[in-house]
């Protein structure tokens, strides 16, 4: 679509790149304005998927560095090499980056193709070349993504001293997304907790990719590039460590570097798991059974697998050939229309499993899942106090409340109702959480600073 508004002459181009191509884009197509800067012109140019008038309300004309404060919403941002903001757009919060031209427009296409393909990654929403400033001096091209809702970046879950299970999980998480990755064919190039966003999870975190300017996809990757890619993660996630160190934000008894090395542990089991073959008697078939649902329990579905036996048939060896992640979240959402984290829709779905078990013998799991649904987890988010409602997002709340109706009933030996167990929640547990989901509007210039340094307190809103 084009849509040129004759107020300001910006233009909106759709996007330019091949979803069937691989790798890189090529830089004498994608890049033009990087190699001859005398072609930026006053017009500003947009490049989206789609329409979004509010973009053409923003201060492009200013350096992003210089964006008035009514135009910024302040969260926690990570560690980069480049100038990032987050502003306001329509009821949305948008992050900006400025970067040359070349390397937005190639991430934007990563990031485009990445979830075309179903990978935990932020959304792309548009290129903005052409920028000037009133007198008509170049400014670097910007490359704009949505923000994910109840993410943070890993520096802002740091606020107090981390307990080591909890780093733990944060590199397990990741190396769950490196692994998700690498099975569609995408070499990152520079892993990082900095260029990650974390979901809480059902006790767990869940990973996002933010920055994909150095990634590249392929048909696949071989064992060298995946290995090499562990290692950039070793090495970053080391130096992340030390430097949280520094600052005191992590147990003085923490190894950085023995510590980052459990990302190799996890990866590579994990990566055994999904594409390991395996072999066995042929008396033994109950093993691809048992296989398959293992990789169920780890949250991925096998859409293919080869079996072979040997000449003599006496072994049968199995091995997974393309293998989707999101087992549980796709059954949530074909049961009840809820879209969770993976680990979040694994609870609810064993809370609506004993659910049906104790209710509806017998029964139909649609039907029973739709009275789950009126019958526990919509009173629980309805008895959220509205002021308390953007803590956290309503699956993580729901997990939290069975989670804490199950330690008073283990504590107390006997039934807690449900009601009694929420209540405790809210006012015990819920009313002292950080609210993940604020945004904080027209910040003074001492909370900017504090948020610029990527730490925030619990009780900064």
């Not at 934000?249 to 798991?273: F, G, N």
Request: net charge negative; proline share 6%.
């Amino acid at each position: 679509m084009s849509w040129n508004p004759p107020v300001n002459g910006a233009q909106w181009h759709d996007e330019p790149t091949d979803y069937s191509q691989l790798g890189k884009l090529p830089r004498a197509e994608a890049a033009s304005g990087d190699e001859t800067p005398g072609l930026i012109t006053g017009s500003l140019s947009i490049t989206a998927a789609s329409a979004d008038p509010e973009l053409l309300d923003l201060p492009w004309h200013i350096a992003l560095e210089d964006w008035p404060q009514a135009n910024l919403a302040a969260l926690p941002r990570g560690i980069s090499r480049h100038v990032v903001r987050f502003a306001h757009l329509g009821g949305s919060v948008i992050a900006i980056k400025e970067t040359s031209e070349h390397v937005a427009r190639h991430e934007y296409h990563m990031l485009r193709k990445l979830a075309r393909l179903d990978v935990p990654g932020v959304e792309p929403v548009a290129v903005i070349t052409g920028r000037t400033t009133p007198d008509g001096a170049p400014l670097n091209p910007c490359l704009v993504t949505r923000h994910l809702k109840f993410s943070m970046p890993y520096r802002a879950l740091f606020s107090q001293m981390l307990r080591k299970d909890t780093l733990t999980r944060l590199i397990d998480a990741l190396a769950l997304l490196l692994v998700r990755l690498h099975l569609v064919g995408f070499y990152w190039g520079d892993v990082s907790l900095s260029n990650t966003l974390f979901r809480r999870d059902a006790g767990a975190f869940a990973a996002y990719l933010v920055d994909a300017e150095t990634g590249e996809l392929y048909p696949d990757l071989s064992t060298g590039q995946r290995e090499y890619d562990l290692e950039i993660a070793r090495v970053n996630i080391a130096g992340e460590l030390m430097d949280l160190l520094e600052g005191e934000l992590i147990d003085e008894q923490v190894d950085p570097v023995a510590t980052s090395e459990l990302i190799m542990d996890s990866y590579r089991r994990l990566w055994d798991e999904l594409t390991a073959k395996e072999s066995f008697e042929l008396g033994d078939r109950w093993r691809v059974g048992a296989r398959i649902r293992r990789l169920n329990e780890l949250g991925f579905d096998v859409e293919e697998y080869a079996i072979k036996t040997t000449p003599d048939g006496s072994t049968i060896q199995l091995q997974p050939k393309v293998v989707d992640a999101g087992h549980h979240q796709r059954r949530l959402l074909r049961l009840t229309g809820l879209d969770a984290q993976e680990n979040q829709a694994r609870r609810l779905l064993n809370d609506m499993d004993a659910y049906r078990a104790d209710n509806y013998p017998g029964q139909d799991e649609e039907i029973s899942a739709h009275a789950w649904v009126s019958q526990v987890f919509e009173p629980i988010v309805r008895s959220i106090p509205r002021e308390l409602s953007g803590k956290l997002e309503p699956a993580e709340v729901v997990h939290e409340v069975l989670e804490h109706r199950w330690y008073m009933t283990e504590k107390r030996n006997q039934h807690v109702p449900m009601a009694e167990a929420l209540q405790s929640y809210i006012d015990d547990v819920l009313r002292h959480r950080r609210d993940e989901a604020t945004l904080l509007l027209n910040p003074d210039t001492e909370l900017l600073q504090v948020l610029e340094a990527g730490v925030i307190t619990p009780d900064e809103d």
